[in-house]
């Protein structure tokens, strides 16, 4: 089943332009620059080029909101680790801390490169605002099955030392292979419904 249909809602560079607070539940997606964040949410709504897969910093600078009917709401929240945490921090703090309608956060990591400082520090926030949120390893493809499955326990591993309010299933997806991309659908619904 597809998260569908999907449309683009607005972008916004500020908090004055971030769509009001609604009743519809919401999902974020974070994660470093480059960690496949576009691929996956064009891949989970089944609509190549919703979300612009670019290179250009400009395109991440931005927060992008879509839609589904009226029943969810996904953001694309903008890459960080390419810049200061700083300038990552105002808007999205805010919007975090303020968002009563979401439900939670996906935090992209690439499982051949483990979970990295700026990663650490994405965690420590959310959990320091006790918002919850889930960790998904995005290209699979890239790495055999051990390989993959050692990765992911590593990482595992150093979740259950620090973090508090993530959700306690790592989830593995390939927007190349589509591999993970029902289940993290499912948890998606869940998670919507909470
Ligand atoms: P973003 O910057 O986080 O939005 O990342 P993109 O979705 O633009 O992807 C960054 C790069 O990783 C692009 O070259 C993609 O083709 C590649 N990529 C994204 N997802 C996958 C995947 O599942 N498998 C593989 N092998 N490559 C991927």
Known sequence: FFLSPAEFVKSATNLSMIPENTMI?????????????????????????????????????????????????????????????????????SYLQNRKNLRRIYILMDPSHGLKESDAQIMKLLDSSGLSYQVVLTKMDRLSKTKYSAAKAEIEAELVKGSICCFPLVLGVSSKTKDGLDELRAAIVKASQL
């Open 25 to 93: 539940p919401e999902v974020a997606f974070v994660g470093r620059s480059n960690i496949g964040k576009s691929s996956l949410i064009n891949g989970l709504v089944n609509r190549n080029g919703l979300v612009k897969t670019s290179s250009k910093p400009g395109h991440t600078r931005m927060m992008n909101f879509f839609k589904l009917g009226d029943k969810l709401s996904l953001v694309d929240m903008p890459g960080y680790g390419w810049k200061s945490r700083d300038e990552w921090g105002g808007m999205i703090i």
